[in-house]
């Protein structure tokens, strides 16, 4: 009975000691994202994204992060006809995220972060001049997974600024042409503990 007492007693000091190396907290940003393989070019859709997040230390220099997040991805473009009219055209897509990163430490102000993100599309829409076409989307894939890189400095002990490059690596659309998301984003990371 007493071995097990102190058994308890120091698994449960290990879990208390363990988990005081966890930080966490919330980030709230914009995006600005295209969609690669649709014929047109720029970072013309904006967006919000929305984070929770939890980080722990390796070692001095390198850290592990997971989040979870919302993200808003799409395009948006405008085609000008022979005629002097113009088509607006715009893809709005949601998604559920978990973004899984390792983070390098460079020095008190900067770090460099990379990893993966699983995302699952929530909901989607699209518009030709104001009107939805949102049918015309049935063939997207529900499941999206991308690269991603950041930069990330410092403002002060409880805040961080984030800049982050995320570029899917499977296709929005299983038939062809094949359609990537590509998003760029800045959040503002709050950090709890």
Not at 20 to 41: C, H, P, Y
């Amino acid at each position: 009975m007493k071995k097990n007492f102190f058994s308890i007693i120091i698994i449960l000091f290990c879990f208390s000691s363990f988990s005081q190396n966890f930080k966490g907290g919330i980030a709230l940003g914009i995006t600005a994202s295209q969609i690669d393989g649709d014929k047109n070019s720029g970072y013309n859709k904006l967006g919000f994204n929305l984070r929770t997040f939890v980080k722990r230390n390796f070692t001095e220099k390198w850290q592990g992060q997971l989040e979870i997040g919302f993200l808003q991805k799409g395009t948006k473009f405008t085609e000008k006809l022979d005629n002097d009219g113009k088509i607006e055209n715009r893809i709005n897509l949601n998604y559920l995220e978990t973004p899984i990163l390792i983070n390098y430490i460079f020095s008190e102000k900067f770090d460099f972060s990379f990893g993966i993100s699983p995302s699952y599309l929530i909901g989607f829409s699209s518009e030709i001049n104001k009107v939805d076409y949102t049918d015309d989307l049935d063939k997207l894939n529900d499941f999206d997974a991308s690269a991603l890189v950041s930069v990330n400095y410092k403002l002060t002990e409880k805040f961080l600024l984030n800049i982050r490059m995320n570029y899917s690596f499977l296709p929005l659309k299983s038939i062809t042409p094949f359609w990537f998301n590509n998003c760029i984003s800045t959040c503002l990371y709050y950090q709890i503990n």
